[in-house]
């Protein structure tokens, strides 16, 4: 019975995380689809280069909602399971264990031939949703140095870690601001691995950041970029030649 709800939180949770809002809002705000413009991810910086701010808010928003949805869930399901389980209890792990389903929904969705985005939002939804504090401290961290530097994808590594760090230090000195006992492990473990889901899928923005060549916020794929001024510089060119052919005729 308990591996049965087990194994429907985690399907539960994954088709929450799997459901492709940044393709939906840049299919309906821009006409286009985000998984062939840019980095090809599904989350908000991608959004905003296809479809503008108000489309990436909209999706961002959204993307949080799954996973905070997907925790949710999961305490529905283990509601008044407070059963001892090896170091853990039942619904705490439970919730663990919807968050980082709904990251792997987001990141390898089923709709999307498992792609997706990077999980940054989603893995934060899940967090507000388990202890809000460090997820508004991760959240603050993500926009005020992906605005003071221009690289979200340096913000969100750095607010990943930070939350992490800010769990676990509650942990040890076994504060908690929301509950009278001490903090359950189940919210260190969930951060832990969901930094290094972050961590990996930020894998080609590391490599960016570290060579100098990473894209900021707003500045447009380089690629596409590319491709506009060859066919800028090319269209003169051509009228040119008509304008020649017809002069000798």
Request: hydrophobic fraction near 50%.
């Given at each position: 019975m308990i591996a049965l709800m087990y194994i429907s939180v985690a399907i539960i949770a994954y088709l929450c995380g799997s459901i492709p809002c940044g393709v939906l809002i840049g299919r309906w705000m821009a006409k286009r689809d985000v998984t062939k413009v840019g980095s090809g991810k599904t989350g908000m910086t991608n959004v905003m280069r296809v479809a503008g701010r108000k489309a990436a808010i909209i999706s961002l928003v959204l993307d949080i909602a799954k996973g905070a949805?997907?925790?949710?869930?999961?305490?529905?399901?283990?509601?008044?399971r407070n059963d001892p389980f090896a170091v853990f209890t039942l619904n705490e792990s439970a919730k663990l264990l919807a968050g980082l389903a709904a990251i792997a929904g987001h990141n390898w969705s089923i709709f999307l031939k498992f792609r997706g985005g990077r999980g940054v939002a989603t893995f934060m939804g899940a967090l507000a949703a388990l202890y809000w504090p460090a997820a508004v401290l991760g959240g603050v961290l993500i926009f005020a140095i992906g605005i003071r530097t221009k690289y979200m994808s340096m913000g969100s590594l750095v607010?990943?870690?930070?939350?992490f760090f800010l769990l676990t230090a509650f942990y040890i000195l076994k504060i908690d601001f929301l509950r009278s006992?001490?903090?359950?492990i189940e919210y260190s473990i969930y951060v832990l691995v969901?930094?290094?889901?972050?961590?990996a899928m930020h894998r080609d923005n590391i490599t960016r950041l570290y060579n100098g060549t990473e894209r900021k916020i707003g500045e447009k794929d380089k690629k596409s970029a590319r491709k506009t001024k060859q066919t800028a510089t090319k269209i003169p060119v051509t009228v040119h030649a008509k304008a020649s052919t017809r002069t000798r005729k």
């Amino acid at each position: 019975m308990i591996a049965l709800m087990y194994i429907s939180v985690a399907i539960i949770a994954y088709l929450c995380g799997s459901i492709p809002c940044g393709v939906l809002i840049g299919r309906w705000m821009a006409k286009r689809d985000v998984t062939k413009v840019g980095s090809g991810k599904t989350g908000m910086t991608n959004v905003m280069r296809v479809a503008g701010r108000k489309a990436a808010i909209i999706s961002l928003v959204l993307d949080i909602a799954k996973g905070a949805l997907a925790v949710g869930i999961a305490t529905a399901i283990f509601w008044g399971r407070n059963d001892p389980f090896a170091v853990f209890t039942l619904n705490e792990s439970a919730k663990l264990l919807a968050g980082l389903a709904a990251i792997a929904g987001h990141n390898w969705s089923i709709f999307l031939k498992f792609r997706g985005g990077r999980g940054v939002a989603t893995f934060m939804g899940a967090l507000a949703a388990l202890y809000w504090p460090a997820a508004v401290l991760g959240g603050v961290l993500i926009f005020a140095i992906g605005i003071r530097t221009k690289y979200m994808s340096m913000g969100s590594l750095v607010g990943a870690v930070a939350a992490f760090f800010l769990l676990t230090a509650f942990y040890i000195l076994k504060i908690d601001f929301l509950r009278s006992g001490p903090m359950p492990i189940e919210y260190s473990i969930y951060v832990l691995v969901g930094v290094v889901f972050v961590w990996a899928m930020h894998r080609d923005n590391i490599t960016r950041l570290y060579n100098g060549t990473e894209r900021k916020i707003g500045e447009k794929d380089k690629k596409s970029a590319r491709k506009t001024k060859q066919t800028a510089t090319k269209i003169p060119v051509t009228v040119h030649a008509k304008a020649s052919t017809r002069t000798r005729k």
